[in-house]
């Protein structure tokens, strides 16, 4: 994988700038914004840093002292939806093996990377204590659970922006 190329949709500059009305774009609340708005990528990355500086007027070196200053922000590039493979016993037991490959041909990823376009990344996840539903796999808070391999392209067309 090559480097990360964010991109800020249409949408993500609406609800950046949304935060920052919410917060009358009073830059003494710098943090709780940027708090706020890593919710949004999971991440900093500096076409976000350069929007919340803009909307509040600051400089762009105010905004990366907060980032580096407080150690819950980052700007270290994290996916939008990252997805957790189970690989407990009961998960390993019933296929999380070909879970994970289905993941990997369909996004062309391999674990603990970044896609290109910063969607997804693929990581391995202890037991989330739903076994009866093994094998199960998380995408950002949802949980799938009695995976097949064929379930695997339907679920990810739910997370295609792109259409
Ligand atoms: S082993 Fe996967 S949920 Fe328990």
């Known amino acids: 994988m090559s480097g990360l190329k964010f991109t800020l949709k249409d949408d993500d500059i609406k609800n950046v700038r949304e935060i920052c009305v919410s917060f009358n774009h009073d830059s003494e609340k710098l943090l709780s914004i940027l708090s706020k708005v890593q919710k949004l990528f999971g991440f900093l990355p ?11 007027k600051i400089q762009i070196s105010e905004v990366l002292d907060t980032i580096n200053f407080y150690s819950f922000l980052t700007a ?3 996916a939008r939806h990252p997805i957790s493979i189970c690989t407990g016993n009961a998960c390993l037991a019933r296929g999380a093996d070909n879970i994970l490959e289905a993941f990997k041909n369909e996004l062309n990823l391999d674990v603990d990377k970044l896609s290109e376009d910063g969607e ?6 202890r037991c989330i204590g ?9 995408i950002d808070e949802e949980m799938y659970g009695n995976l097949t391999d064929k379930d695997i392209p339907s679920i990810l067309r739910k997370y295609n922006t792109t259409d």
């Open 46 to 56: 500096p076409e976000v840093q350069n929007l919340v500086a803009a909307e509040l």
């Open 120 to 125: 997804f990344s693929l990581i391995y996840s």
């Open 130 to 138: 739903a076994c009866g539903l093994a094998p199960v796999v998380m």
């Open 76 to 78: 270290k590039a994290k």
